[in-house]
């Protein structure tokens, strides 16, 4: 083909692609082809065949390496010389049917607790699927949820063995109406699992969170005056900077302002103690809730907002608390706890 006449119905293919654009009301710019120059394959912050690039552009800062956590080895006997002889798991499960469906039972069985504790379960109890309120590994289970609202917070307690007894809330209607608390007696202790109010986006409800703190305390403290208890569930609550990945950032959000971190300081004050601190006190990067944004599970930028506290008289029994960092299926991870009792 002669090139004089080639280029000439290019350009008259170009012209009416402008016109065309512009009549569209779209960007008009198109640019014409241009030799490439030798070696120019090379991508971007890379060096193919590993010859330095003819220009070197400025490097940006290199993305840190994410520190992630892993859960040591179980430790089966307490500091007492006791062998464990009561398992217990606590999981937010961020809505239990979503949770079911991406196989949640699956991990507990092989897990196999005496006790399964589950927090924002989102599901009114008669809409319960099947494949929980079926499953014959757990006789006794126990459910509460929101009264005003569906969908919203929520917990459950699944046993192998009979409780002596069981209760709902705390004994305060504006609580309890969230179901968000259920209490089981055994012989020699009481097992609370809770679900404790977000301060939510805004602090909005960080007035709530303070009064709840207060009630929460004063109904834990009446309840170790009878018999010893562990409290297990999401506490909302980055306690210590420590907890956090990045504590600077977040001193005026929800679950780590200096009014949040307080309550939970009276509550160990109170006579309770972080299981996972007293036998952990100095360990970095152990989380158990990671938001879905910005790949942070990956990144392991995350909060410890789920907790066992004990009595004091039950702390000769403890023998491990573990973060299951490595279950998935909500944005929290199960723990579990390791007691001689």
């Known amino acids: 083909m002669h090139f004089g006449l080639c280029s000439s119905r290019i350009l008259c293919v170009r012209v009416c692609a402008v016109s065309f654009l512009r009549v569209c009301g779209l960007k008009t710019t198109v640019s014409m082809p241009k030799r490439a120059k030798k070696n120019e394959e090379t991508v971007e912050g890379e060096t193919g065949n590993g010859a330095e690039p003819a220009k070197k552009e400025k490097k940006g800062k290199e993305p840190e390496a994410p520190i992630l956590y892993e859960d040591p080895p179980d430790k089966m006997t307490s500091k007492d010389g006791r062998a464990s002889n009561m398992k217990i798991t606590s999981w937010n499960v961020d809505g239990l049917r979503a949770w079911v469906r991406k196989n949640g039972l699956d991990w507990v069985r092989k897990e196999d607790p005496d006790v399964l504790c589950l927090q924002e ?63 089981a007696e055994f012989p020699s202790f009481f097992l609370v699992t809770a679900y404790v109010p977000n301060a939510s986006r805004g602090l909005v409800r960080l007035d709530y969170r303070k009064t709840w703190d207060v009630d929460f305390r004063a109904y834990l403290s009446g309840l170790d005056q009878r018999k010893p208890l562990v409290l297990c569930g999401d506490l909302n609550v980055a306690h210590q900077e420590i907890d956090l990945k990045n504590p600077k950032g977040n001193r005026k959000n929800a679950g780590f302002t200096p009014e949040e971190r307080e309550g939970f300081t009276k509550l160990l004050e109170a006579g309770f103690t972080d299981s ?44 491990d608390s573990k973060i299951r960092n490595t279950a998935m299926g909500s944005d929290h991870c199960p723990i579990t706890l390791y007691l001689a009792v």
């Not at 036998?279 to 907790?307: C, H």
Request: net charge negative; with cysteine; charged share 25%.
């Open 121 to 183: 379960t989102k599901c009114a109890e008669k809409a319960l699927p099947s494949e929980i309120t079926d499953m014959p590994e757990y006789p006794h289970k126990y459910w509460a949820g929101s009264e005003d609202k569906e969908g919203y917070s929520g917990v459950a307690m699944l046993c192998k063995t009979e409780p002596l007894n069981v209760t709902y809330g705390i004994g305060k209607e504006e609580h309890d109406k969230e179901g968000r608390v259920i209490t």
């Open 276 to 319: 996972f601190r007293e036998l952990y006190p100095e360990q970095a990067n152990a989380y158990t809730f990671w938001t879905y944004m910005m790949n942070a599970r990956a990144k392991n930028v995350g909060w410890r907002l789920d907790y066992f506290l004990l009595s004091s008289a039950l702390l000769p029994g403890l023998c």
